[in-house]
């Protein structure tokens, strides 16, 4: 049965890091939505260039659109084993659209990880962090090598500050994170396999961490969380 994890967090949870560790580990894609878009708008791509005028005002993408992302990307064969999600869902008719696409991709259930950490250690990362112009890495805020550093650890490509990790815009993704993406928590938060780890750590110690709840929420029986689930709708 595959491993279909969904990082849940706001922005600077360090959730994208986390995904990508856990997903090289267990071999399954990583699926990134803020990447994705990300990714289109070098390519140009028209969907995505849509989007930036949103993504750099910290605000969400309309529902339909990141649904059928999402949806072509989850069709892929790449995810037959499972995969990790970062960055969607991020509000309720999202959540609501993924059930339905694993349902019928025949999907092994969701184990759901809250990341969480105090807002003042939030803004304070997204002021630091950086991204790899050319791969998309996010440098790791933690590692004081990083501010100001010659380049990618990964590719050595030019690291900069994302447009929407501006200040002004850090607040406004919080803002929205709280009106439309903590009530996704509510959705998740009864169902069995729903797991918080403390983002607050060393990115070595939430790994950790991540790790030891995904073992527990996976034992989980599928059954009894899809009867709890609709027990809560
Ligand atoms: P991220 O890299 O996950 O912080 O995403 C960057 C930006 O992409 C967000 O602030 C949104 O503008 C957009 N975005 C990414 N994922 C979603 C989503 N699931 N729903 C709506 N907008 C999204």
Not at 71 to 87: I, K, N, Q
Not at 163 to 184: C, F, G, K, N, Q
């Amino acid at each position: 049965m595959g491993l279909n994890v969904v990082m849940m967090g706001p922005p600077g949870a360090g959730k994208g890091t986390q995904a990508a560790r856990l997903a090289r580990q267990r071999g399954v894609p990583k699926i990134s939505t803020g990447d994705m878009l990300r990714d289109g708008i070098r390519d140009r791509n028209p969907v995505a260039l849509k989007a930036k005028a949103l993504m750099d005002m910290g605000r969400l993408v309309d529902d339909r659109t990141m649904i059928a992302i999402v949806r072509e990307r989850l069709s892929r064969p790449d995810t037959a084993h499972g995969f990790v999600l970062d960055g969607f869902p991020r509000t309720v008719s999202q959540a609501q659209a993924l059930d339905s696409l694993v349902a019928s991709n025949g999907n092994g259930p969701l184990v759901i990880v809250d990341v969480t950490v105090p807002e003042d250690e939030l803004v304070r990362r997204l002021a630091t962090r950086r991204i790899c112009e050319s791969c998309g890495t996010t440098a790791d805020p933690a590692d004081p090598a990083v501010p100001g550093a010659a380049g990618c650890p990964g590719c050595g490509g030019t690291l900069v500050q994302r447009i929407d990790d501006d200040a002004r815009v850090v607040l406004e993704r919080l803002r929205v994170y709280e009106e439309s993406t903590r009530p996704v928590l509510e959705f998740y938060r009864s169902r069995p396999a729903f797991r918080a780890v403390n983002g607050a750590q060393s990115p070595e110690c939430v790994a950790q961490e991540l790790e030891s709840v995904i073992e527990q929420a996976s034992a989980v029986p599928a059954s009894f969380g899809r009867s709890q689930s609709r027990e809560s709708e």
